[in-house]
């Protein structure tokens, strides 16, 4: 009976020493949660101030206080973090060393003393940054200029998104690899799940050229219009050739489309889209075609408005010009140089109604330019956000989607 009391007493005082060391390390991990999740400011490795922008010379000016530990490795890592994803870690080292030296030429790196002081001068509207934030998927960085930087350490698709504070509607996100599912990809630069054969090929682009960023309309979650759209729809009924017909309400204003009659759905490889994939008809007036061009095609057979069913959609419009050919960026043009029709490419006809300019009427979007982006694609090489005018893709497969 001793014994086994012995034996109760001993089970008892080493259960709650095994709480106590449970309820410890619970307290331990909501401490080390609560600090990564705070924002860090400068005072961590540095007290850094920003001095003002020197505008004669295009850079941004700031000071730069040594905190116990730091090395500059560290600070041009911490506060020059999108120069070091672009550009490279040595890169973003150089700016801070290069203020370093000039305080205090000489003098080693290696020999850092809390409260030393310098100067940084960067090239203008460089991301410096003010605060941290971190979390055990991402960490986030805002700059002094009021930009949003969340990098993705663990992340297989995404490397970062980057919000400038002059374009809050926008994200510019680069990838974190040049191999992968282009669809896959577009779900987590895009958040949908279901993402549209423009954002496809878009991230497409992207996986070709490291240098590239994805830009993302924040605003509108594809970059297929009629995608942003469809789902107001009032009434959707079975059409042509297994085409999808949708009928928008008169007073829904918000909405550009009147009808659409769409073959593509979710799918998002043009090589299974149908011929004629999709006719848009637009309040004001406009009518688009799209076709995936066949052997045998030519440009006048789908120029050619057909105004007496469409007038069946749009009564008021009294006729319709003939059609002009747009492009639909990314996607290559499906015309040769000297006009010919190229088989296997996405050809977008629009028609204007007649009293109105061939090119389009103001007020609505079109397929000149995709809800979301130009192109949809950046350059990274440098800080400062440079738009290219288009994609000038060589593809030779005899499909689209290949």
Sequence with gaps: MLCAWLWEGRAARAEAGIGRV???ALVAALLLAALLAAPARAEDLAKVRALGADEARHVD??????????????IAQTYLPLIALDQGDQQAYQLVLAGFQQQFPGRSPAALQPGDEFSLEVPSG???????????HAIVYRSFLGDELTYYPRDPALLYRLIRHDAPGKAEVRLSAQEGS?????????EVDAPDFIQVRTVRAALQDRNQRVLVDLEHKYLDEFRNYRDRAKQVRDGEEGRKVYLF????QDVPFVQVEDGIGDENDPANFPHLLRVAWYRNGIVERYVLTEPGDTVSEWTAPDAEVWKQVLP???????????SL?????????DGQLIPGRIMVIRFAPEGEPSAGVAGIRTTRRPAGASSGLSCAATPGLVILAGLALTLRSRRCGE
Excluded at 182 to 190: G, H, L, N, S
């Design 126 to 136: 460089t991301f410096v940054t003010q605060t941290i934030t971190r979390d055990q």
């Design 316 to 326: 008021s419009v009294k006729g319709w010009k003939e059609g002009k050919v747009q």
């Design 329 to 337: 960026p990314p996607f290559p043009s499906p015309l040769t140089d």
């Design 182 to 190: 282009p669809v896959d990809f577009a779900r987590a630069i895009y």
């Design 22 to 24: 449970v309820a410890a």
């Design 249 to 252: 309400d008169p007073g829904d």
């Design 61 to 74: 000016r700031y000071r730069v206080t040594i905190g116990p530990g730091a090395t500059l490795w560290d």
